[in-house]
């Protein structure tokens, strides 16, 4: 497949300026319209960007995957665990206190099912200042991270969700 043929998952497009490769370091620009920039880590034109603004990419998080066969883990996880994925790929960024009531289960499960899913590289932990919460619920709604653990899902997350939904 050439570079010309990729395909980018939602949210994400190639800067213009500096035309990032595929054996390029990447970083990607928040814009305002909610999409990411894709630019090459070494790019002028970030240099003038708000720091902010700014997050680390990686290719195998903005390329959209083929069909692959989930790891032997994937048999380790049961529906409650694919209930959550849901919710965070539905939602987006969740912390486990909101995830247990929206499910309608216990927060120390919660607490238990995310470590558990983040041990396996289902979901991370969100790090930066501003989130984007509740992605598809509320339009433009970015908030300052609080004192919660805040979690979303990994591409490998939503490529074992992808596995259980077809099975």
Known sequence: ??????????????AQCCSPRLDDVITGYF?????????KASCNNLK???????????WDEILEKGEEEPEQDFYELDELDFHILKH?????????????NVLNF??????????????????KRVEPLMIQYRKNIVDHK????????YYEITPKGERYLNCFIKK
């Open 1 to 14: 497949m050439t570079e010309r043929e990729l395909k980018f998952r939602e949210g994400y497009r190639i």
């Open 31 to 39: 814009s305002y319209n909610n999409v990411v920039v894709v630019h």
């Open 48 to 58: 003038k960007a708000e720091s902010k603004r700014l997050v680390s990419l990686s």
């Open 88 to 100: 965070h790929q539905t939602m987006g960024v969740d912390y486990s206190w909101m995830v247990a």
């Open 106 to 123: 216990d927060p120390e499960q919660a607490f238990e099912r995310h470590k558990k899913l983040k041990n396996l590289k289902l979901i």
């Open 142 to 149: 970015w908030i300052k991270h609080r004192n919660h653990t």
